[in-house]
């Protein structure tokens, strides 16, 4: 008992004798509020109009100690599969905005992107290209957000919560995404469908490869207006091996009238859409290849009307 007492008390010294400053709490400073916001009827670039597209957002703050705003870009090419480099945009001066502090009506035009990477023709784009918007808000004191602070410290992080991050509807954006698309017609897509798989490469021993599964398709529109969602993505290819793959939901965009899927889940890994996809325009029947995220698995699902 007098070994364990003995401890207690050497801990409790040294704790007290720490030294005041490596302690001390950094004084609190006010935080930014810069909020974007998309219009939804401008929020891609009309791959079926491109000479007339554009996209289009508003800034709003509340924070009268803005000094500048500097919006970057970055383009990826879905048919190049290619990632083009992150660049300046444009700067936004604080005092741009309004007495209501509100900047309204910036704009992205198809030429501008074209522009801002030397793009020699809008031929170069295609159907599901993203263009990604950063924002980096400055302060009259020399704060910038989003920032990594405390670096080389035990407590380095950013000074955004996670949060409020791309596409975020807070108080403070870091960015949006933009697509190149065109409008959806749900008509064409919203419905009940009879699903197969087929072409599968591998794994047939183990999978039911001529699986077939009734399923739903529904618009989600949100955050992009061509977002759809459909049950038996797959057709119940997973769903053989394990029941509980069965009826996971999967995502697709409609890129002017052609499906493309999105990262969708099966419990063995994402399917991913590797190009191909099609819709006949007189049946409704629509398809799209994938392969798997984590297994060397590829197939083809086809979606008829019921």
């Given at each position: 008992m007098k070994k364990i007492t003995y401890l207690l008390l050497v801990g409790i010294i040294a704790f007290s004798c720490k030294d005041d400053e490596a302690?001390?709490?950094?004084e609190l400073e006010e935080g930014v509020t810069m909020r974007v916001d998309v219009n939804p009827n401008q929020?891609?670039?009309?791959?079926?109009?491109?000479?007339?597209?554009y996209v289009?957002?508003?800034?709003?703050?509340?924070?009268?100690f803005?000094?500048?705003?500097?919006?970057?870009?970055?383009?990826?090419?879905?048919?190049?599969?290619s990632v083009y480099n992150t660049v300046l945009w444009q700067t936004i001066q604080g005092s741009d905005f309004d007495s209501e502090g509100s900047i309204r009506n910036v704009t992205l035009e198809t030429q501008d992107l074209l522009d801002l990477y030397e793009i020699a023709s809008s031929d170069t784009l295609s159907g599901g290209d993203v263009i990604t918007f950063f924002t980096y808000t400055t302060t009259d004191d020399g704060r910038?957000?989003?920032?990594?602070?405390?670096q080389g410290t035990d407590f380095e992080g950013v000074n955004v919560d996670p949060s409020f991050a791309i596409n975020s509807t807070s108080s403070f954006s870091s960015g949006f995404i933009a697509y190149v698309a065109c409008p959806t017609d749900a008509s064409l897509w919203v419905g009940e469908y009879s699903t197969a798989v087929s072409n599968v490469n591998a794994f047939c021993g183990l999978l039911d490869c001529n699986a077939t599964r009734d399923a739903t398709v529904s618009l989600v529109g949100n955050p992009e207006p061509f977002r759809y969602t459909m049950t038996a993505h797959d057709a119940g290819l997973w769903g053989s091996f394990d029941p509980g793959s069965l009826d996971r939901a999967g995502n697709f965009y409609d890129i002017c009238e052609t499906p493309l899927l999105l990262p969708s889940p099966t419990g063995y890994g994402d399917h991913q859409d590797v190009g191909g996809g099609a819709r006949d325009e007189n049946t409704g029947v629509f398809s799209y290849n994938w392969c798997n995220f984590f297994?060397?698995?590829?197939?083809?699902?086809t979606f008829t009307p019921l």
């Open positions: 302690v001390r709490v950094p929020s891609f670039l009309d791959f079926a109009d491109l000479s007339n597209a289009e957002f508003d800034l709003f703050t509340v924070s009268d803005i000094d500048k705003i500097d919006i970057y870009i970055q383009y990826s090419n879905l048919r190049q599969d910038i957000f989003p920032d990594t602070v405390l297994n060397p698995v590829c197939g083809t699902t």
